[in-house]
């Protein structure tokens, strides 16, 4: 799907929102439904460790954001959308620019809606890796996403009511 006028200007905005663009990352391309993401992180002056290979705060920090605001986006005002956790297991050093592409399909963000007909929360794994030019992986992320609706003020009143008569 092609990027629409306003996916650009948030992907401008996003490229230039000081803690990401501290990462030394660029976000190239977000789909104009924000289905799918992708990033790079060059290797430069900005992302050079003291070996000379990018940095590995530069890898996680580009990534860190992306799928969390992704399901903000995908879900809409009615969730609640956090990071839980974490990890990065660092498979080769980057020595070129890497490349990320993150999806979320629909049935994705079906499940987590059925999910919380049933449930007050849910954690949702997304696994993504670095690679460069020739799909060499370099670094595997991944991240655990907390999710859970809002509660509306009649569910708020409601909860506060049988509370209230059970104390």
């Known amino acids: 799907m092609a990027e629409s006028l306003q996916s650009r200007l948030t992907r401008w ?3 230039r929102f000081p803690a990401f663009r501290g990462t030394g990352a660029r976000i190239t391309y977000i789909a104009s439904d924000w289905r799918e993401v992708r990033l790079e992180i060059p290797l430069s002056r900005r992302t050079r460790n003291y070996v000379g290979t990018i940095y590995g705060g530069s890898m996680y920090g580009a990534v860190d954001p992306i799928y969390m605001v992704m399901l903000i986006r995908l879900l809409g005002p009615e969730y609640i959308v956090w990071d839980k956790r974490a990890s990065i297991a660092f498979k080769r ?10 999806h979320i399909v629909e049935e994705e963000t079906q499940t987590i809606r059925a999910a919380l007909q049933s449930s007050r929360s849910v954690d949702r794994t997304y696994t993504i ?6 799909g060499a992986v370099h670094a595997t992320i991944e991240k655990i996403i907390y999710i859970r609706r809002k509660e509306l003020p009649a569910e708020t009143e409601r909860a506060e009511a049988v509370g209230a008569t059970t104390k």
């Open 129 to 134: 890796d670095l690679v460069d030019g020739s």
């Open 13 to 15: 905005g996003f490229n």
């Open 93 to 102: 050093p980057g020595r070129s620019t890497l490349y990320a592409q993150f």
